[in-house]
């Protein structure tokens, strides 16, 4: 009796506090020099619950409307600066917001879809499908990474992904205007939820660390970067990379992404 006791002791104090625990991730995709992605617009997500014909009505996560969102917008667009022609010269890599594993990986869809007259998107004759992947992490959460390039998938259901790994590159597949990624994130009912703290979402993020300026890009860290780095910072003398995969930063910074 007890024992039993205890231990619900126990889950009610590990029940208490799951902050730590809970996902955060980082931007999804990797731009060194912030060249890569435009800042100005981020697409958000749309809280406007008004359908609107026009598509032009909508609030982004702090009461921001057009171009800042879309009616009816379900995830996160960054997109690609100067378009096609980056994607064409770039693998633009997306990456593992968090840890996990991936839940679902389609790939050899038609990627240079596009808009057309009336906010239509074409593919040109090809199906209207996206490359894409999906992954599920330790609390439930699931991360979904959408319109990628061609051929470019790296992973497959199953495979157990780290923070901040190669999945594939950014393309233009599926419902897509313009080369973009479309990340968006799913609690564990399924439910869309953004990632963004503010006053039309919850009022702690989802990122490691959400940028408090106008756009909205979120920082390229992982959770839990900090230890990480202590615990690697010997090892990286011997010249090897991160421990989980990914590549190391400067060795002025001796950190691992
Ligand atoms: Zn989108």
């Known amino acids: 009796m007890r ?16 902050a730590d625990a809970d996902t955060r991730f980082r931007f999804p995709a990797v731009d060194p020099d912030g060249e890569l ?6 697409v958000h997500m749309d809280h406007d619950p008004k359908p609107d014909p026009t598509g032009t009505t ?6 921001d409307g057009l171009p800042w969102c879309y009616d009816g917008h379900d995830g996160t667009d960054y997109l690609l600066m100067w378009g096609f022609s980056t994607m ?3 693998d633009v890599q997306v990456v593992a917001a ?19 007259s ?10 209207i499908k996206a490359n894409q992947v999906s992954v599920r992490h330790a609390d439930g959460l699931l991360s979904r990474y959408v319109h990628l390039k061609k051929g470019s998938v790296k992973v497959k259901v199953g495979d157990k992904v780290v923070c901040g790994q190669l999945l594939g590159y950014v393309g233009s597949s599926g419902n897509s205007a313009r080369p973009h990624l479309h990340f968006e994130v799913e609690d564990a009912a399924g ?18 660390s959400q940028t408090p300026d106008s756009y909205g890009k979120p920082a390229a860290r992982c959770q839990g970067a900090g230890a990480r780095t202590a615990a690697w910072t010997g090892a990286r003398t011997h010249g090897r990379p991160c421990p989980w ?3 190391p930063a400067a060795p002025a910074t001796r950190t691992c992404p």
């Not at 992605?37 to 981020?42: E, S």
Request: glycine share 8%; net charge negative; with cysteine.
């Open 58 to 63: 909508c609030e982004n996560y702090k009461g």
């Open 245 to 247: 995969g990914a590549t």
């Open 3 to 18: 024992v039993t006791q205890l231990l619900l002791l126990l889950l009610a104090t590990l029940a208490a506090s799951p």
């Open 98 to 116: 968090a840890d996990g594993e991936v839940a679902l990986a389609e790939d050899g869809n038609y990627d240079r879809c596009h808009e057309t």
């Open 37 to 42: 992605f435009m800042a100005v617009p981020i």
């Open 118 to 127: 009336g906010f239509k998107v074409t593919c040109d004759g090809h199906p």
């Open 88 to 90: 064409d010269k770039f």
């Open 191 to 208: 439910k869309t939820l953004d990632p963004y703290a503010g006053k039309n979402t919850q009022p702690t993020s989802y990122w490691v």
